[in-house]
């Protein structure tokens, strides 16, 4: 069945990652078969909240729910909302798309592994819960690989003005207490990229010594040298997986499943 060609939606997913780009991507290509949809999307970037036209009236929004202020503005709007953030906030019960952490950990530990590394390390976003929950399906699957597994705290009391500085700083500190050879796996690009530019800083050897992993966006993966290898997060499925869940609502037809976690589909290895 068809939408009303009058159909508006919103999506609410920052375009400055290649996460938020394949996303709407994947929304834009279900629009095209099953719309047409006035679509309304914002360019943005990751840290910058959500917003929408003053006045605007539509029928639905898909969005990255990552707090509960967004949440609070959307049930505000009474209209069909489908979350595509991996983020959990209780009492917060959107259908949701998101990506399956327990097969992200596999996919990125059984890629080290294949390569004969058997000391794994995580660093990710200190006291977040996705992040954390990403660390806890590492160590999981760590466990069962009988892989060694260690995982990022930052460094107390370094006499650094700058917090940039600091950061990384902390980061070289705690790959050269790392047993190496070791693949460390990270929480997004920006965080691969901090890690092989200290590691380098520190002069260990990339990947030999030190292999990093973060998800998969190829302009900033390539932007530091080495390049990041990443794994590909299934953005553009879970775009459209999340535009079938909004049209299914808005037509006030029952969702068969109110959660969905893709798996990732492959990596992209760049050294």
């Not at 996303?23 to 943005?44: F, N, T």
């Not at 009236?57 to 959307?74: E, F, H, M, P």
């Not at 092989?196 to 040298?225: F, K, N, R, T, Y």
Request: with cysteine; hydrophobic share 40%; proline share 4%.
């Amino acid at each position: 069945m068809h939408s009303h060609p009058n159909t508006r939606i919103a999506v609410l997913v920052d375009t400055s990652s290649a996460w938020g780009r394949r996303l709407i991507h994947g929304v834009l290509a279900y629009e095209k078969k099953h719309g047409p949809w006035d679509v309304w999307i914002e360019p943005r970037g990751q840290k910058e909240p959500p917003r929408l036209p003053k006045g605007w009236n539509g029928d639905g929004i898909i969005a990255r729910v990552s707090t509960q202020s967004i949440a609070d503005k959307l049930a505000k709007l009474q209209v069909p909302v489908v979350n595509v953030s991996g983020i959990r906030i209780e009492g917060v019960n959107y259908p949701r798309v998101c990506t399956n952490n327990n097969k992200f950990a596999e996919v990125a530990v059984n890629h080290f592994v294949d390569r004969g590394l058997a000391n794994i390390a995580y660093i990710g976003l200190s006291g977040r819960e996705y992040s954390l929950d990403r660390q806890r399906s590492v160590a999981r699957v760590c466990e069962q690989a009988n892989c060694r597994f260690d995982v990022y705290r930052r460094a107390k009391n370094l006499a650094i003005e700058s917090q940039w500085e600091r950061q990384r700083a902390s980061i070289g500190l705690w790959l050269k207490r790392l047993t190496k050879p070791v693949g460390v796996i990270t929480w997004g690009v920006r965080l691969g990229s901090d890690v092989i530019e200290e590691a380098v800083h520190h002069g260990m050897s990339v990947p030999d010594e030190v292999a990093v992993l973060g998800e998969d966006d190829e302009l900033l993966c390539e932007a530091v040298q080495p390049s990041l290898s990443g794994v590909v997060i299934a953005s553009e499925q879970i775009g459209i997986e999340a535009a079938t869940m909004l049209d299914q609502l808005m037509q006030r037809k029952k969702l068969k499943n109110k959660e969905l976690a893709l798996e990732p589909t492959g990596i992209v290895s760049r050294v």
